[in-house]
């Protein structure tokens, strides 16, 4: 299959997308979700090979990838000036130079992620970009500090500047099959992110199957997040395809149902442009063009803009750089 529509890069008219205000916890339906893991796993092994976004709508690709990323740096070692070195990147993910050449219009990354203690230098370094802030929160990666505690760091977080909000659900909850304390659970924190959006990081490669996968998105839905998320990118496994195909088809089931758009943030691992146009192939596959925004859509992901930046030089000199050049991001 090929993908020739052009992916028309920024700036991309705002849409007014309702929120998920969820739903009641509909037991019958959760137990209704189910995930053929042999048709998944088949399809998802045609989708790298078949990649072929032609060459000439590779750089409108590969840019609108760039403005869908939640440039990440969630380490222990973080300071201050790293993070203010990272915004620097997510304000100007690629060189003018470049950007002209290839005839790309001036574009940012979707937002900033970091861990709590770094909101404040995040928040400074972006003030008047747009860029939001998003915290990783309830206790990442593990999730399992007390639950007042994990209430509370969303609480603090938000008062801090972000905007966004990373929470981990408790994988137990799904594992046991407890559905009702994983949408308690969910609904708890989404209220405590008030305002701010909420994506609900599963953590799949410790949910054991691809059906708890389905059933874990849809009760996170109907607790109404924003978002879901596959991983911390602390997992063994982080974000693969058929984790993506099921989180995907977990989604469009949702809109079907209400109507409402929840968004979709593979995280964990994707770390080559290549691979992000596989994710973004299968986003217009499964869900179609309106999830292909930085509003429905994120990668969250550590090192993919060097990769991504270093094809974007290719494009224009026919050589790579150095990743080494592009260390950062
Ligand atoms: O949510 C984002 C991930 O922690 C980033 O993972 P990565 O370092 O493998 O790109």
């Not at 990838?65 to 380490?75: K, N, R, W």
């Not at 900033?112 to 990442?140: E, K, N, Q």
Request: glycine share 8%; net charge positive; hydrophobic share 45%.
């Amino acid at each position: 299959m090929t993908h020739t529509a052009t992916a028309t890069t920024h700036p991309l008219p705002q849409i007014a997308e309702p929120r998920n205000p969820g739903t009641a916890l509909d037991l019958d339906r959760v137990m209704r979700a189910t995930a053929n893991r042999s048709a998944i796993e088949r399809r998802a092994a045609t989708l790298p090979g078949r990649r072929s976004v032609k060459k000439a709508h590779q750089a409108a690709w590969l840019a609108r990838a760039i403005s869908c990323i939640d440039l990440t740096t969630l380490s222990g070692d973080d300071t201050a000036g790293r993070v203010a070195r990272l915004c620097g990147k997510a304000k100007a993910p690629v060189r003018r130079d470049i950007l002209e050449a290839l005839d790309l219009p001036d574009l940012t990354v979707g937002a900033v992620c970091v861990y709590h203690d770094m909101i404040a230098p995040a928040v400074r370094h972006l003030d008047g970009s747009g860029i939001p802030v998003a915290a990783v929160s309830t206790g990442f990666p593990a999730g399992l500090s007390p639950f007042h505690l994990r209430l509370a760091e969303i609480g603090e977080s938000v008062s801090a500047g972000a905007s966004e909000i990373d929470i981990v659900i408790s994988r137990r909850h799904v594992l046991t099959g407890d559905w009702q304390a994983l949408y308690d659970e969910m609904r708890a924190f989404r209220q405590a992110c008030g305002e701010a959006h909420v994506k609900a990081i599963l953590a799949t490669g410790e949910l054991g199957t691809l059906r708890n996968v389905a059933r874990a998105s849809l009760v996170c839905m109907m607790a109404g997040a924003d978002f879901i998320k596959t991983s911390t990118g602390k997992e063994g496994v982080n974000a693969t395809l058929p984790v993506s195909l099921v989180m995907m088809r977990a989604i469009r089931d949702y809109h079907d149902w209400t109507g409402i758009r929840v968004g979709y943030k593979p995280a964990g691992g994707i770390s080559k442009a290549k691979d992000a146009i596989t994710y973004l192939a299968l986003v217009k596959e499964e869900l179609g063009d309106r999830w292909l925004r930085p509003d429905l859509f994120r990668f969250g992901a550590s090192s993919l803009l060097g990769d991504i930046e270093r094809q974007l030089e290719h494009h224009l000199t026919g050589a790579y750089s150095a990743a080494w050049r592009h260390a950062l991001a």
